[in-house]
């Protein structure tokens, strides 16, 4: 779909008729679809959703999960520095200017979000998972998702997918270097798969150099034909010092630049944490059943304004039943489930001293949170080739903080937030290649702590944020062609805005009404066949997404932008590739637009477009090489911005874009 490389396009097309629920084959995993099998089970969304498969990044350097997601329209990332950038889906937390909301992240099913819905996306490797599905807006329900901008499923390798070998060395501009390995294997009851890798790079910027190391796997054990239980864990040890935010002057013409005070006060963000989870799969006849929890223990020292030391447990356990059968002669597809999110962050936050060092103590308090989902959704085919999609969610999410430290100040309280989010959508499949859909949807998301967290006063009063989504599209795909179009509304009431002040002081606010509104284009054509061999092709690979974000009649900015993200962009490849394993090609990174740092569209970023090129070749099916260059025309530009309400030339926005690059990399793999 959007995200298949030209080499997936150049498959024969895969039908996107129903799945059945059946056990998975012998020698495969009932648990964990193939990439095919998950590719077939998403399209019964009556949304826009797509596989990712592993080609897509395999090729690059995959340094951060815009490598992964790029060609995927409505998804927009935005590198800030070292592995760290900002994920949104359709204009989901545009304000946050650090670690994540608005997005479900899970890794094989299981939640990465801490249970208060915040969310660090740099536990998760690149360069680990064999597909990532991905599911926009409101059309996440299959995971209880509950969030605006949707849900991002990556999914690992298991034994029985694994090579019993697979490892590859980069390197490449401004000192990144990584090594990573896995193996696996099945002995047809038991299989297990292992990963591991490192990454360093010194950093485009000043003050941006990091260190990460990971390792991640899994183990299953086929109980019977029909049960199958999987352990999971992830490992993360990630050290990143954070050069800043700087002036739209300083970002264009002196890119490289750290802000002062990341210098003097040594920013820095350095974390640790494990995570184990287990997901359990029973088939009885036309129903299967997953159960499952998971438990992550989590250390975050990041010296910025302030020295925070921040210890996280996290605890969480899901259940899901999937029915499907014939009624009456015509296909029906039942699924009921719950998650149950529940944690708390020991919070202490220390002054900064000069070099990063931790002083006196400022603050502390627990931070408790308890998010319980139930939902249920219903295909029936009401004619042959035509279903009709019922869905509705029960959210109720509590946030509770415990001031524990002795000033005259008791920023305890709590707050509860409880939605009823129905949806309605209709998918018709015009032929096995072609699929057409519609859906209304409603979804709700509560505050994180960072929406709720003001400095030195009472936990804040936050309302949650609402939203209703209408969306049309089509998807499909063809021998010498794919496509995904999408063209979605959503109304917002109380979206969340999140203003950083500087040293230390921000401001929250509820939006009154807002709209999201564009167009999601993507796919792949052979433009032309047999150049130089009877089987080689030519590719264009190209995702086009149009984004307008705005006010509604608001009180403050009347009919503004929001600001955050571009109105235009675009990312398009010209690939060729022979059938003897080389290929090569330029690629194109288009944002045609300034767009707004402000609500009040007086301060925008500047337009741009970059210049890459990749080659490769497969040796065989052992040996393969490949070369990323980025940027080569050197361009200087902002890649991320922060937002305010109202914003000066001097004010501390924006991060710049690297600029030019090359990277290389060896893949072995048997």
Sequence with gaps: ????????????????????????????????????????????????????????????????????????????????????????????????????????????GVPVNASDGSSDFQELDPTA?????????????????????????????????????????????????????????????????????????????????????????????????????????NAVDLKQYIPGSVTRDSALNDPRKAAAGNLLQNYQRNMESLRVANKTTLKLGNTKLEVGGYAVDKALIHPIFQYLDYDYRDFGAFARVVDEREIGGRRNRLTVGTNVAFGSVDN?????????????????????????????????????????????????????????????????????????????????QVDPGWQVFANVSRSGEAPTFGELNFTNTVLADTKAQRATTF????????????????????????????FDLGGGNFQVTNADRTIHQGIEAGGGVAVAKGLLSEADRLWVNAAYTFSDFRFDGDRDWGDNKLPGAPRHYLR???????????????????????????????????????????????FNEHVSLFLDARNLLDTKYIASSSVAAVANPNSPLFEPGTGIAAYGGLRLRW
């Excluded at 097309?13 to 998403?42: H, K």
């Design 129 to 233: 998972f064999r597909y990532t599905e991905v599911y926009k807006g409101a059309n996440a329900l299959r995971y209880g998702s509950n969030y605006v901008g949707g849900a991002i499923n990556f999914v690992s390798p298991t034994g029985y997918d694994a090579d019993l070998f697979d490892g590859r060395a980069d390197i490449g501009s401004f000192g990144f270097r990584r090594l990573q390995g896995s193996t696996g294997g099945n002995n047809g009851v038991v299989d297990g798969y292992v990963t591991g890798s490192w990454q360093a790079q010194d950093g485009f910027r000043d003050h941006s150099n990091g260190e990460s190391k990971r390792a991640s796997g899994n183990v299953g054990w086929r109980i019977t034909p029909d049960l199958e239980t999987r352990f999971y864990f």
């Design 348 to 428: 202490k936050q220390y002054v900064n001293l000069p070099g990063g060092r931790k002083g006196n103590l400022l603050s502390a308090s627990k931070d408790k949170s308890l998010t319980t989902s139930v939902y249920a959704e219903d295909s029936f085919e009401v004619v042959r080739d035509v279903s009709v999609v019922a869905g509705a969610q029960y959210v109720q999410a509590k946030r509770k903080r415990v001031d524990r430290f002795q000033d005259a100040t008791d920023t305890s309280g709590d707050n509860t937030y409880d939605f009823l989010n129905p949806k309605l959508g209709l998918l018709w």
């Design 471 to 498: 969306e049309i599209g089509t998807r499909g795909r063809r021998p010498d062609y794919s496509w995904d179009l999408a063209l979605y509304r959503m109304n917002l009431k109380n979206e969340f805005q999140f």
């Design 572 to 618: 398009a490849e010209l690939l060729y590739r022979s059938p003897d394993g080389f290929y090569f090609g330029p690629n194109v990174e288009w944002v045609p637009q300034a767009y707004y740092v402000d609500n009040a569209n007086s301060l925008k970023t500047e337009s741009y477009a970059l210049l890459g090129f990749r080659a490769g070749y497969d």
């Design 1 to 108: 779909m959007t995200a298949l490389s030209t080499a997936a396009v150049a498959q024969s097309p895969v039908q996107l008729s129903p799945v059945t629920v059946q056990g998975a084959a012998p020698g495969a995993s009932l648990t964990v679809p193939d990439t095919e099998g998950a590719r077939r089970a998403i399209e019964q969304t009556p949304g826009a959703v797509s596989v990712v498969s592993d080609k897509a990044w395999r090729e690059t350097p995959a340094t951060t999960l815009k490598d992964v997601l790029d060609y995927t329209p409505g998804v927009f990332v935005q590198p800030k520095w070292g592995e760290d950038s900002r994920l949104s889906i359709r204009g989901s937390g545009l304000s946050r200017n650090f670690h994540m909301r608005g997005v479900a992240i899970l890794q094989d």
